[in-house]
T-cell receptor, first 118, second 115 residues
């Protein structure tokens, strides 16, 4: 089975530009997560969805960030306008979730999208 | 509030030595889950193990072993006979609140195995 697929792998943009990161979770997984990794703050959960519904978005830094999950096989994380402090690696992860069988808690991570905002 | 502390920022050992990575957690929940993830140089995070708060049995998987002690709120990870391929950043993580899958990660320990 294919793993979690993220695109783009690398993005370099200028401050003020809109950035859209994309994620395709593993087929059959009910939960999807967006994490951000930086040297200063480590791994932070931005938002997670269960059955396409946002469950916890307490980690979304501010209104410049938005995430959507229009269907079970696709999610986007958008930053508008982008700022240099948004530079980070953004990971998408999926899991079977509570309704997807015995709970394992195992998250399957994509390879990440490295964002650089100049 | 939940918190995971990995006090060891970086560790270097010579190949074939044993190494233990420390993890201390804080939670007010009585039911919780503890995890270890590995992040190799390629960047993706890979699940290694999950433990729930009701199961304090230590676990061994090949060269890896985990020591869970509720009394000290610790979930330590030992690699026996380390190999160069073990070089990675290792994260301890905590999940609680039944029904909420949010993982709180520690800051990670960068392990370097010297050939």
């Amino acid at each position: 089975d294919a793993g979690v697929i993220q695109s783009p792998r690398h993005e370099v943009t200028e401050m003020g530009q809109e950035v859209t990161l994309r994620c395709k979770p593993i087929s059959g997984h009910n939960s999807l997560f967006w994490y951000r990794q930086t040297m200063m703050r480590g791994l932070e959960l931005l938002i997670y969805f269960n059955n396409n519904v946002p469950i916890d978005d307490s980690g979304m830094p501010e209104d410049r960030f938005s995430a959507k999950m229009p269907n079970a096989s696709f999610s986007t994380l958008k930053i508008q306008p982008s700022e240099p402090r948004d530079s980070a690696v953004y990971f998408c992860a999926s899991s079977r979730g509570w309704g997807g069988g015995p709970y394992t808690g195992e998250l399957f991570f994509g390879e990440g999208s490295r964002l650089t905002v100049l | 509030a939940q918190k995971v502390t990995q006090a060891q920022t970086e560790i270097s050992v010579v190949e074939k030595e044993d190494v233990t990575l420390d993890c201390v957690y804080e939670t007010r929940d009585t039911t919780y889950y503890l995890f270890w993830y590995k992040q190799p140089p390629s960047g993706e995070l890979v699940f290694l193990i999950r433990r729930n708060s009701f199961d304090e049995q230590n676990e061994i998987s090949g060269r890896y072993s985990w020591n869970f002690q509720k009394s000290t709120s610790s979930f330590n990870f030992t690699i026996t006979a380390s190999q160069v391929v073990d070089s990675a950043v290792y994260f301890c993580a905590l999940s609680s609140n039944f029904g909420n899958e949010k993982l709180t990660f520690g800051t990670g320990t960068r392990l370097t195995i010297i050939p």
